[in-house]
């Protein structure tokens, strides 16, 4: 049986071995503004959407870079994937 490893920071797509790139972050008042029920605003396409303490609780969203593929992993700063997701070694 192969053995898996942790998806880290810098690891290539376990999908399709593609470059995972950081998505574009909205500041705190972009965010607060685009949830806005009386006056919304549009965050950035592909932006993250998560809410700011979701994204302090769970880390950086990372995307591979290919537009088929678009796998999505969120690291924390020391780099250590924060989902289940593990790939083949």
Do not use: H
């Not at 593609?18 to 949830?35: C, F, G």
């Not at 950035?44 to 769970?58: C, E, F, H, I, N």
């Not at 591979?64 to 593929?69: A, F, G, H, L």
């Amino acid at each position: 049986m192969p053995e898996t490893k942790e998806l880290t920071l810098g690891d290539p797509c376990p999908a399709c071995g593609n470059e995972l790139k950081d998505v574009p972050v909205p500041s705190d008042d972009e965010w607060r503004k685009a949830y806005d029920k009386e006056n919304p605003i549009a965050l950035q396409a592909g932006s993250d959407t998560a809410s700011p303490d979701v994204r302090k609780q769970l880390g950086t969203l990372y995307r591979c870079v290919n537009p088929r593929c678009r796998y999505q992993v969120r690291f924390k700063n020391g780099g250590a994937s924060t989902d289940e997701s593990k790939r083949k070694k």
